[in-house]
Nanobody, 118 residues
Framework: QVQLVESGGGLVQPGGSLRLGCAAS????????MGWYRQTPGAEREWVAT??????????EYADSVKGRFTVSRDYAKNTVYLQMNNLEPEDTAVYYC?????????WGKGTLVTVSS
C-alpha cells in the first residue's frame, strides 16, 4: 500500500526558509516520479515541483512562481523526498502536499501547513 507522509511545515517570516519532507512507503522513490503541490482555502490545488526518475537519471521541474527559490531533493536511504523552500513570501502560505501516480492512480499525503507571516 502506498503511503506518503509530509512533515516540516510551520510558521516562518518572509525571506525565511523551510524544508518539507515526504516519507514514502510502498514505493521506491528512486524509480518513481514524485510531485509537490500546494493549496490555499477556496483555491485549486496548485502544482509546485516534480522530480522525474528514469532508469539512469532524474530531472526536476518547477512552477514559475517558485523557480530559483525552491529545490527538490531525494534521500534514497530514507526513501524521502524533500522540498527546500528559500526566500519565502506570504504568497507561499498554503498546505503543501506530496503526490505520486502509480498506474494511473494518484496518491496524496495529508499535507503540511506552511505559513509565511511577520
Amino acid at each position: 500500500q502506498v503511503q506518503l507522509v509530509e512533515s516540516g511545515g510551520g510558521l516562518v517570516q518572509p525571506g525565511g526558509s523551510l524544508r518539507l519532507g515526504c516519507a514514502a512507503s510502498g514505493i521506491m522513490i528512486r524509480f518513481t516520479n514524485m510531485g509537490w503541490y500546494r493549496q490555499t482555502p477556496g483555491a485549486e490545488r496548485e502544482w509546485v515541483a516534480t522530480v522525474k526518475s528514469s532508469s539512469t537519471t532524474y530531472y526536476t521541474e518547477y512552477a514559475d512562481s517558485v523557480k530559483g527559490r525552491f529545490t527538490v531533493s531525494r534521500d534514497y536511504a530514507k526513501n524521502t523526498v524533500y522540498l527546500q523552500m528559500n526566500n519565502l513570501e506570504p504568497e507561499d502560505t498554503a498546505v503543501y502536499y506530496c503526490n505520486t501516480r502509480i498506474y494511473g492512480t494518484d496518491y496524496w499525503g495529508k499535507g503540511t501547513l506552511v505559513t509565511v507571516s511577520s
